[in-house]
C-alpha cells in the first residue's frame, strides 16, 4: 500500500498533503467521488498539455514584447488581473441579484401581484418554550 492511499480521508495531514502538493487538489476529490480512473487520467492529460502551451506562449510573447522593459511587463499583467477579477466579481454580483425575487402572491382580487423589486429582509422570530 502506497503512504498515499494510506491517508485517512479528513485527516488534517490529507488535507495539508493535498494544499501542498498541487496535483493532489485535484486528485482527492477524484477519489472521494469514485470518478473512473481512464477518464480522470484522460482528462488531467489535455489539461496539463493545454496549461503546458499556454504558459509557454505567454511566456514567449511577454518576453519579446518586454525584453527591454520588464517593469512594464509586470504592471500591465498586475493591471489586466485586477481588471480581470474585477468584471468576474461584477458579473456575479449582477447575476446573483437577479436569481433573488420574491415569487409573486395573488392579491385579494385574484390577479397575481407583481413582485417586489427590494423586498425587506425576513426576519424569523424566535420560538419559546
Known sequence: M???ASLQVGSLVSYLVAFFV????????????????RRFVSAIA????????????????GGKAFEDNEWAGLL???GASIAIS????????????????VPATESEDGQAAQPVANPAPVTKSRRTG
Do not use: N
Open 22 to 37: 498541487p496535483a493532489l487538489d485535484a486528485i482527492f476529490p477524484a477519489l472521494l467521488t469514485g470518478y473512473p480512473r
Open 86 to 101: 474585477a468584471v468576474i466579481e461584477a458579473g456575479r454580483r449582477l447575476w446573483a441579484r437577479s436569481r433573488r425575487q
Open 76 to 78: 500591465i499583467a498586475f
Open 2 to 4: 502506497s503512504s498515499l
Open 46 to 61: 489535455v489539461a496539463a498539455v493545454i496549461w503546458a502551451l499556454y504558459a509557454f506562449f505567454i511566456g514567449r510573447l
